[in-house]
C-alpha cells in the first residue's frame, strides 16, 4: 500500500472532476443530490448511504445536500448546499459540517443552507434550458423537480425545459478509475485479503454459517474497512445453488464446500471476493472436479482480460470453457458450439461473469459514448486501462435437478476475482487469496 494522499489533493480531484462536468454541460445546468435517508421502524433510520454520483463529484458524506453546477452562470458556477450546524440536532444525529467549515473545505463556489434550496433553485435554474438530473435516487427532490415541470402549459417559462438523465455523463466518468480511485480500491481488495486469509484455514472451527459471515466481518474490522459493499454471502453445501443465498444458522457440515462472497468499503470504495472451499480442508473427487472446471473458465476469463477486448469477449470465453467442461464430467452431451449457441449451459450458470466495481459494488454501467454521441450496450464497451471489474463465473447443480448424475448434485462453485486493466492486459488485484485447487488446501492444512 503506498502513502495516503494529503487532504488537500483530494479535494482537487473532486475540483477538476466538477470542471470536467463544467466542460461537457455547456450551457446547461447538472444537480445530483444526497442519497435519502429511510425509515426502518419508529424512530429508527435505516442506516445513511451515500448517492455515489453525489460522493463522486464531493467525496461529502451528510445527508441532505445537494450540488448544483451551472455551466453559463456570470455568477457563481458550483453550488452545494448543506445543513447548517444545529447544536440540539447534532446532539443527537452526530456532528455536522456546517457552512463556515465547508467553505473552507470545498473549493466551491457557494456554499448555502439547505433549507433554501427549494427556493433559490429554479432561480438559479432560470437561465439553463436543460437540466443534467438523475431522477429514481431521492424521492423528495425528485418531486420537487416534477412540480416545477409541471404546469398547465408545459415547463415553466424560467425553468429549464429538458431533462437529461445525469448517469449518462457520470457513468462515463466513473468507468475509468483515476490514480487516487485505484490506490484506494487496492486498499479495500488488501483488507478483504487479509480477511479471507484468516477465515479460511479456520472455517472448520465456526459453527454456522452466520458465524462465519461475522467472523468474516470482523477480520474487515480488524483490517480497518468502514463496512461491508454487500450483505455478506456464506452458504455452505447446497444453500450455494442458490447466488445470493443470505447467511443463517446453517451448520458447516465436514463433507460440505462452503461459498463466501464478500466485499468492503473503504473511503467510498468497493472490493468483491468469492472463494469457495471445503470446510474439511480436503475436495471429495466430485467436488474437486467441478471446482477444476470453475477455475479453468476463471483462468480463460483473464487471460481475454486485455485492452480492446470486452467484458463479452470475457463472458463467452468462461461460457465456453465452463460447457467444454460440462460435456468432460457427462453433465451435457454433444457438440461444444451447438451447446453454446442453445445456451444448454444455462441451468448451471445463469449469471453474467462480470460487473464494473468502483463507488458500487454493481457500479454504474456505462451505456453512452460522450465521444460519438450513441448509445452502447456497456458488455461491448471496447476495455481500457484504468478500468476496474470482477471475473466471476459458477457451476450450480441443483439438488433437485435429476438429470445431472447424482454425485454433483448440490455442489455450487463461484470464485471471483477483481481486475484492474493496464497498457498491456490487467493486474489480478486480488490474487493473493488462491484459487488453485492445491493451493487452497495448503492453506487450510
Ligand atoms: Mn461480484
Known amino acids: 500500500m503506498g502513502k495516503e494522499m494529503k487532504k488537500e489533493n483530494i479535494e482537487n480531484i473532486y475540483l477538476s472532476r466538477r470542471k470536467h462536468i463544467l466542460r461537457k454541460i455547456k450551457n446547461d445546468a447538472l444537480l445530483v443530490t444526497s442519497g435519502p435517508t429511510l425509515p426502518r421502524a419508529p424512530d429508527q433510520e435505516h442506516p445513511f448511504i451515500q448517492d455515489s454520483n453525489f460522493y463522486y463529484l464531493t467525496g461529502f458524506e451528510e445527508p441532505n445536500s445537494a450540488l448544483l453546477l451551472l455551466g453559463n452562470s456570470k455568477g457563481p458556477r458550483s453550488i452545494l448546499f448543506l445543513r447548517e450546524r444545529d447544536a440540539i440536532a447534532e446532539k443527537w444525529q452526530g456532528e455536522r459540517l456546517g457552512i463556515n467549515r465547508a467553505k473552507r473545505r470545498f473549493n466551491i463556489d457557494e456554499v448555502r443552507n439547505i433549507t433554501e434550496f427549494e427556493q433559490e433553485l ?72 487479509h480477511a479471507f486469509l484468516e477465515l479460511i484455514p479456520s472455517i472448520s472451527k465456526l459453527s454456522s454459517e452466520a458465524h462465519a459471515a461475522r467472523t468474516l466481518e470482523q477480520h474487515f474490522a480488524n483490517f480497518g474497512a468502514s463496512g461491508t459493499a454487500f450483505p455478506t454471502i456464506v452458504a455452505s453445501g447446497k444453500n450455494a445453488t442458490c447466488l445470493h443465498h443470505s447467511p443463517k444458522l446453517q451448520p458447516l457440515w465436514k463433507r460440505e464446500l462452503v461459498l463466501v462472497d464478500a466485499g468492503v468499503k473503504y473511503r467510498g470504495y468497493a472490493s468483491d471476493i468469492t472463494r469457495t472451499f471445503p470446510v474439511s480442508g480436503k475436495f471429495t473427487s466430485a467436488q474437486a472436479e467441478v471446482y477444476n472446471l470453475v477455475y479453468n473458465a476463471l483462468q480463460a476469463g483473464i487471460a481475454k482480460a486485455k485492452p480492446g477486448n470486452s467484458l463479452d469477449t470475457i463472458h463467452k470465453s468462461t461460457v465456453r470453457e465452463l460447457t467444454k467442461g ?87 462453485v463461484r470464485l471471483e476475482e477483481d481486475i484492474l486493466i493496464t497498457n498491456n492486459g490487467c493486474e489480478v488485484l486480488t490474487k493473493q487469496v488462491p484459487t488453485k485447487l492445491t493451493e487452497i488446501e495448503s492453506i487450510m492444512s
Not at 398547465?152 to 480511485?181: C, Q, V, W
Not at 448451471?348 to 460487473?355: A, D, E, L, T, Y
Open 122 to 193: 429554479p432561480i438559479l435554474l432560470s437561465s439553463s434550458r436543460v437540466l443534467h438530473y438523475a431522477p429514481g435516487i431521492n424521492s423528495k427532490v425528485d418531486r420537487f423537480i416534477w412540480t416545477l415541470f409541471a404546469s398547465i402549459s408545459g415547463p415553466r417559462i424560467n425553468f429549464p425545459h429538458t431533462l437529461r438523465d445525469a448517469r449518462l455523463l457520470l457513468s462515463e466518468m466513473r468507468l475509468i478509475k483515476d490514480r487516487y480511485e485505484i490506490q484506494t480500491i487496492k486498499h479495500a481488495v488488501d483488507i478483504t485479503t
Open 326 to 412: 460440462l460435456i468432460s464430467i457427462g453433465v451435457l452431451s454433444g457438440d461444444l458450439s451447438q451447446n453454446i449457441s442453445t445456451e444448454k449451459y444455462k441451468p448451471f450458470f445463469m449469471h453474467r461473469c462480470s460487473h464494473y466495481l468502483g463507488l458500487d459494488v454493481h457500479d454504474i454501467q456505462p451505456n453512452y459514448d460522450s465521444m460519438t454521441d450513441t448509445m452502447i450496450p456497456p458488455y461491448s464497451r471496447p476495455l481500457m486501462p484504468g478500468m476496474i471489474f470482477t471475473i466471476e463465473p459458477g457451476l450450480y447443480f441443483d439438488p433437485k435437478y435429476n438429470k445431472v448424475n447424482n454425485q454433483y448434485r448440490g455442489i455450487g
